[in-house]
C-alpha cells in the first residue's frame, strides 16, 4: 500500500490496485482502515485511492462542514490532475463529504456511491436516541463530562460506540476508569462531531444538495439504527440522478459487516449506472 502527500493539500492518502480510479472517504472520527474489508475485492479492478481526513475532522484547528469541504475541493482537483476522473464513495459522514464535494460538477467525479450517508441538517435525520442525547450535551462540554457520571449514561455511550465502530469497554467501569484512553477518545468524537453539526447553516446545504447533477447510488443498510430507511428515501427523492440499493442485514457500518454485498453494489454499478444487478 503506497502513502501519497499532495504538494497542495494536508491530506495524505494510500493506493492499492490498479484500473480506474475510486477514492473512498471513511466516517467522522474514522480512517481507511474501516474500508479493509473491501479494499482487497475493489483493488482487483480499480486503482483504490484512500485519503486519511483526520486532518480535517479531528486536527487541531476546528473545521466546519463547509471548511472541510472547501479543502476536499482542492484535494479532488488534485486527484484528478493525477489520475483522470474518478468514482467517489463515502460512508455516513464520508457520504456527506462525498455529495458536498459533487455539488460543483466539473467533470472530476463520475459517479457516487453513498453509503448510509449523512444528510443535510442531520439532526433532523438521526433516529439514534443515544447520539441525538449525546449531541446535545456535546454543545457545552462540563455537560457532556457531568453525564458521563450518570450511570445510564454508559449505555448511550456503549450503543454509539456499536453504531460507529469505536472500541468500547464491555462492562461497565468504575469511576476511576470512566476516563480511560478509549473513553476520551468517544468523548473527544462526539464533542467535535456536535460542534461541526451545530455550528454550520445547513439551508444552503440543502439547496446545494438537490442540485446535485452527478449520477448516485444510496446503499442502505437495512439494520442501520443511526440513519433509518425513510432517511434512505429521502435522500434519494432529493438526489435528482440517484438509485437505492437495501442491504437488509447489514449495519451502518455496511463496510464492516458486509463488504461483499457492498462490494458488489459498487462494481455493479459503476459497471452499469443506469441499471444491473448485484455482482459478487
Same mark, same amino acid.
Given at each position: 500500500?503506497?502513502?501519497?502527500?499532495?504538494?497542495?493539500?494536508?491530506?495524505?492518502?494510500?493506493?492499492?490496485?490498479?484500473?480506474?480510479?475510486?477514492?473512498?472517504?471513511?466516517?467522522?472520527?474514522?480512517?481507511?482502515?474501516?474500508?479493509?474489508?473491501?479494499?482487497?475485492?475493489?483493488?482487483?479492478?480499480?486503482?483504490?485511492?484512500?485519503?486519511?481526513?483526520?486532518?480535517?475532522?479531528?486536527?487541531?484547528?476546528?473545521?466546519?462542514?463547509?471548511?472541510?469541504?472547501?479543502?476536499?475541493?482542492?484535494?479532488?482537483?488534485?486527484?484528478?490532475?493525477?489520475?483522470?476522473?474518478?468514482?467517489?464513495?463515502?460512508?455516513?459522514?464520508?457520504?456527506?463529504?462525498?455529495?458536498?464535494?459533487?455539488?460543483?460538477?466539473?467533470? &472530476?467525479?463520475?459517479?457516487?456511491?453513498?453509503?448510509?450517508?449523512?444528510?443535510? +441538517?442531520?439532526? *433532523? @435525520?438521526?433516529?439514534?436516541? #443515544? !447520539?441525538?442525547?449525546?449531541?446535545?450535551?456535546?454543545?457545552?462540554?462540563?455537560?457532556?463530562?457531568?453525564?458521563?457520571?450518570?450511570?445510564?449514561?454508559?449505555?448511550?455511550?456503549?450503543?454509539?460506540?456499536?453504531?460507529?465502530?469505536?472500541?468500547?469497554?464491555?462492562?461497565?467501569?468504575?469511576?476511576?476508569?470512566?476516563?480511560?484512553?478509549?473513553?476520551?477518545?468517544?468523548?473527544?468524537?462526539?464533542?467535535?462531531? &456536535?460542534?461541526?453539526?451545530?455550528?454550520?447553516?445547513?439551508?444552503?446545504?440543502? +439547496?446545494?444538495? *438537490? @442540485?446535485?447533477?452527478?449520477? #448516485? !447510488?444510496?446503499?442502505?443498510?437495512?439494520?442501520?439504527?443511526?440513519?433509518?430507511?425513510?432517511?434512505?428515501?429521502?435522500?434519494?427523492?432529493?438526489?435528482?440522478?440517484?438509485?437505492?440499493?437495501?442491504?437488509?442485514?447489514?449495519?451502518?457500518?455496511?463496510?464492516?459487516?458486509?463488504?461483499?454485498?457492498?462490494?458488489?453494489?459498487?462494481?455493479?454499478?459503476?459497471?452499469?449506472?443506469?441499471?444491473?444487478?448485484?455482482? &459478487?
Amino acid at each position: 500500500m503506497k502513502k501519497i502527500q499532495l504538494y497542495q493539500s494536508p491530506i495524505s492518502f494510500c493506493t492499492e490496485g490498479s484500473g480506474p480510479p475510486i477514492v473512498l472517504l471513511h466516517g467522522f472520527g474514522g480512517s481507511h482502515h474501516h474500508w479493509s474489508e473491501v479494499v482487497p475485492l475493489l483493488a482487483q479492478h480499480y486503482t483504490v485511492i484512500m485519503p486519511n481526513l483526520g486532518a480535517l475532522t479531528l486536527g487541531s484547528i476546528q473545521l466546519t462542514f463547509g471548511e472541510q469541504v472547501e479543502m476536499l475541493q482542492d484535494f479532488k482537483r488534485e486527484i484528478f490532475s493525477k489520475y483522470g476522473a474518478f468514482n467517489l464513495a463515502g460512508i455516513s459522514y464520508g457520504g456527506a463529504l462525498a455529495w458536498g464535494m459533487a455539488f460543483e460538477d466539473d467533470g &472530476s467525479i463520475q459517479n457516487l456511491i453513498l453509503i448510509n450517508p449523512m444528510p443535510p +441538517n442531520p439532526m *433532523k @435525520h438521526i433516529q439514534s436516541s #443515544a !447520539l441525538k442525547r449525546l449531541l446535545w450535551l456535546g454543545r457545552v462540554r462540563s455537560l457532556l463530562s457531568l453525564y458521563m457520571l450518570l450511570p445510564f449514561a454508559y449505555w448511550d455511550f456503549h450503543n454509539v460506540a456499536l453504531d460507529i465502530r469505536v472500541e468500547w469497554v464491555h462492562r461497565k467501569p468504575t469511576l476511576t476508569q470512566l476516563f480511560s484512553r478509549r473513553q476520551k477518545m468517544l468523548f473527544y468524537l462526539i464533542q467535535r462531531f &456536535s460542534w461541526v453539526v451545530f455550528s454550520e447553516s445547513w439551508t444552503p446545504w440543502l +439547496n446545494k444538495f *438537490k @442540485h446535485v447533477k452527478i449520477p #448516485a !447510488l444510496i446503499i442502505h443498510g437495512g439494520k442501520d439504527r443511526i440513519f433509518r430507511e425513510k432517511q434512505a428515501l429521502w435522500i434519494k427523492e432529493n438526489l435528482k440522478y440517484s438509485r437505492l440499493i437495501e442491504l437488509p442485514e447489514a449495519n451502518h457500518m455496511a463496510i464492516v459487516s458486509h463488504p461483499k454485498e457492498v462490494f458488489g453494489a459498487i462494481h455493479a454499478y459503476v459497471k452499469n449506472p443506469n441499471g444491473g444487478q448485484l455482482v &459478487s
